[in-house]
């Protein structure tokens, strides 16, 4: 079964680290984008993480209704049975829950994950996001030590985010500034309230410069050496062994396969991929349109050409777009090749 068991989470990223390498994770917001990611990762012989947001979740459900909890149950129960046909692995992880979207988002999803264990069945999802970044340090820590006791009991990976990712996703918008940027105290801050692994096994999404979407060259200043600077440091105050914590790169579309090559190396065992996956997706859809405008469209009383506006006809090809973008990625990340069933 792809869909990975806890245990074969926490090997995917032990391997990562051990082998220095990051698996994608891809933001999927329909069936048909599951299907890209999933055939990206196979055309690359990489495992990987699909993921949604709280407005993923949303469209999931229904855009005309409130119940995103069940838009992301919709989205790993769909992604656990297509996922049947692909010889990977893959795990399934919700992204960017802010505060105002814990109680409909990550909160009801900790109750399906315990109820299900109390029937003697597995989480739909291998790991959560909180996203404390609009918070202060104190209270994101706060409040992950309260998600931590029960993603742990769950046999869940925790994710946090430390610093602040500039642009916006998703309505989580923060501005371009010296605050994109996590500082070794945060990290010890964040070390002393979730452990090293003991209070539950967690992965840190520290800022670098990081900003979601694609800017222009100049706009983004990203320093993933950084990274190499908390983790010596907090190495050398808690007696750990090399890159302590499992770290998390976000706002990674547009990067450089340099920059993406030293964060991997800093620790990163995982990238979030969004905006070059969705336009790859769309990119594609418009070139269908465009070269087939008289087939797409009934003009002047003609019947238009249902082999092109079928949209099966012109999904098919977004969905192979999408994919290469992801081997694309699992490329640049060093898991190309790397799945545990190759």
């Known amino acids: 079964m792809p869909i990975a068991t806890p245990e074969q989470y926490a090997e995917m990223l032990d391997r990562a680290k051990q082998n220095g390498f990051a698996y994608p994770a891809v933001n999927a917001s329909s069936s048909s984008t599951i299907n890209a990611i999933l055939q990206g990762f196979a055309e690359a012989g990489s495992d990987g993480i699909i993921q949604v947001t709280t407005g993923g979740a949303d469209y999931f459900a229904g855009q005309t209704v409130k119940a995103r909890a069940r838009g992301a149950i919709a989205m790993a129960t769909f992604a656990t049975e297509v996922a049947k046909s692909y010889d990977i692995t893959v795990a399934l992880h919700t992204d960017h829950c802010p505060k105002s979207a814990l ?3 990550l909160l009801p999803l900790l109750d399906d994950a315990e109820e299900r264990i109390r029937n003697g069945e597995a989480p739909l999802f291998q790991s959560h996001m909180w996203d404390g970044s609009a918070v202060p340090l104190g209270e994101n820590l706060e409040i992950a030590q309260e998600i931590i006791k029960r993603t742990k009991a769950n046999n869940q ?19 371009i500034n010296e605050h994109l940027y996590t500082t070794l105290d945060d990290a010890v801050a964040t070390v002393e309230a979730l452990g090293l692994g003991e209070k539950g096994r967690y992965m840190a999404a520290l800022t670098f410069g990081n900003v979601h979407g694609v800017y222009k060259p100049g706009n983004v200043k990203l320093r993933p050496e950084l ?19 499992d770290l998390v790169f976000h706002g990674g579309s547009g990067s450089t396969e340099e920059e993406i090559a030293t964060a991997v190396a800093n620790g990163v065992v995982k990238m979030n991929i969004d905006t070059d996956t969705q336009y790859a997706y769309s990119r594609s859809v418009a070139d269908s349109v465009l070269k087939n405008y008289d087939g797409f469209l009934k003009i002047d009383g ?3 050409n249902k082999k092109i506006y079928d949209p099966r006809s012109w999904g098919k090809k977004a969905e ?18 790397q799945s545990q069933r190759s």
């Open 103 to 105: 109680d409909d988002f």
């Open 320 to 337: 192979t777009a999408t994919a290469a973008r992801v081997a694309e990625a699992a490329k640049q990340l060093g898991s190309f090749g």
């Open 157 to 175: 990976v925790l994710e946090v985010e430390i610093g602040v990712v500039g642009g916006e996703e998703d309505g989580v918008a923060n501005e």
């Open 302 to 304: 003609e019947v238009g």
């Open 227 to 245: 990274l190499a600077e908390i983790q010596e440091g907090l190495q050398e105050k808690f007696g750990t062994g090399p890159k302590p914590l």
